[in-house]
């Protein structure tokens, strides 16, 4: 059975390149019948924040990225000191002592001689006298993955064929001196122990991906298939690593991006289906595709989202956004129509109150010179109320006989009059909500 996890560390809130991520996982698992995991990768106890579980929570559960299961690793760890003692066992699990500046010389004097700077597995030459004398001295070491040195290849689910070097890469360290134990060994107990199918993450994981399947093989596990997304850029093709911290989901609630805005852009952008505006969720899944999407950077620009909520709102009827409507201050008698006149006008719910506000109060009349007889005329022939739908029809065609005027010059300074604008919602849906005119019926 298809099973696919989204995996995410709880140490800061979740960005729009992590959506991607959880987003694909989601679809796959969903389009297959199977299993989405959310699972929390929560083995740094320093950096990782229960605040952030919650938080990454709430945000799937905005978009509708329902998960049938979360796993936590922090409550896993017997399952990986296991699988530590196995692989020292095998002969494939080692201790290195060198300090931070160590390796950072000796990553120097490769690069200065040209060399690729990996790992000289020196800890391995080590005696037992030796590392007790190491230990005595510096504490306990870390413990590194002896990577068997051949060609490690997989097919990608986006990338296609890979194949990497072992002997290019430096033996991971999967446990630190202070016996934490990293994400490289727990992802992949994880993965074997719970069944995980598919694995998505992005392209910066491909080199982790070469040292886990070698992890899983040593364990006796099945590799999954993997697939590599693209990273973001910025619309230039900029970096955006540095600005994902201002592109994190809550952000974008905040600034009134729907979600269904958010998830038919992420689930197109960088493959070669449009990105269109999808009703729901499951015209996400019937039309997702792994295989079409690209290996190149993925521009994303946050203005995208806007067109597509606007547009997203102009279909939903009032009861899906009746909340909004009351909290923008509508009566409920005026809810009806004030929703069919605003959603036209509209980019996201936050431009509700402004719409209601002028409704209500009335806006500042904008009225050039050469019209002012001619409003002053046109307000004395406004029909007594109740305003309806019709009212605007009747009206304008009294004031067309009385002032001979038509056409732009009969409508736009009526508009502009009762609305302080050039442009808006049709006249007549909204004369009825004008609470000022209304109050003359
Ligand atoms: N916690 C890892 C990350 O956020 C998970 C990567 C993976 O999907 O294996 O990068």
């Known amino acids: ?180 134990v990293l994400y490289t060994i727990a992802s992949v107990v994880d993965d074997t122990e719970m069944g995980v199918t598919d694995v998505v993450r992005g392209s910066d994981h491909v080199t982790n991906t070469a040292t886990q399947i070698q992890i899983i093989e040593a364990l006796g596990g099945t590799c999954p298939r993997f697939a590599h997304h693209s990273l973001l850029t910025g619309p230039q093709g900029e970096a955006l690593s540095k600005r994902l911290g201002t592109l994190a989901l809550r952000d974008l609630r905040e600034q009134g991006v729907q979600p269904m805005a958010l998830l038919s852009l992420m689930a197109r952008l960088g493959s070669s289906d449009p990105v269109e505006l999808r009703a729901d969720m499951s015209e996400l899944i019937d039309g997702f595709d792994i295989g079409r999407f690209g290996a190149a950077p993925t521009k994303f620009d946050v203005q995208d989202l806007f067109p597509l909520t606007a547009k997203h709102l102009q279909s939903l009827p009032l009861a899906d956004v009746s909340e909004a409507v009351a909290d923008a201050g509508v009566p409920a008698d005026l809810a009806e129509p004030f929703w069919t006149m605003a959603r036209e006008n509209i980019t996201t719910l936050g431009d509700l109150k402004a719409w209601w506000d002028l409704c209500r109060d009335g806006a500042e009349p904008l009225i050039d010179d050469e019209d002012r007889a001619f409003i002053a005329e046109a307000m004395d022939l406004l029909p007594d109320g109740p305003f309806d739908g019709d009212t605007w029809g009747t009206w304008t065609k009294a004031v067309k006989e009385a002032t001979g005027r038509k056409g732009k010059g009969l409508f736009m300074p009526l508009r502009k009059a009762l609305t302080g604008m050039e442009r808006g919602p049709e006249m007549a849906t909204l004369l009825p909500l004008l609470q000022v005119i209304r109050a003359r019926g």
């Open 1 to 180: 059975m298809t099973t696919t996890r989204f995996a995410p560390s709880p140490t800061g809130y979740i960005h729009v390149g992590n959506l991607r991520t959880a987003l694909m996982n989601y679809l796959i698992a969903r389009k297959a019948g199977g299993t989405f995991i959310l699972r929390i990768d929560d083995t740094d106890p320093e950096r990782s924040k229960e605040e952030y579980v919650d938080a990454i929570k709430q945000d799937l559960e905005w978009l509708g990225l329902h998960w049938d299961r979360v796993e936590r690793q922090s409550d896993r760890l017997d399952r990986y000191a296991e699988a530590a003692d196995k692989l020292r066992e095998i002969g494939r699990f080692y201790e290195a002592f060198e300090t931070p500046t160590e390796l950072d010389l000796k990553r120097k004097k490769q690069l200065n001689m040209g060399k690729p700077p990996v790992y000289d597995r020196a800890a391995l030459s080590l005696s037992e006298a030796e590392k007790e004398a190491l230990r005595a001295e510096r504490g306990n070491g870390v413990w590194r993955f002896k990577l068997d040195h051949e060609r490690i290849e997989w097919n990608d689910g986006i990338l296609g064929d890979i194949s990497i070097d072992a002997a290019s890469v430096s033996d991971p360290v999967l446990i630190r001196g202070d016996g934490q």
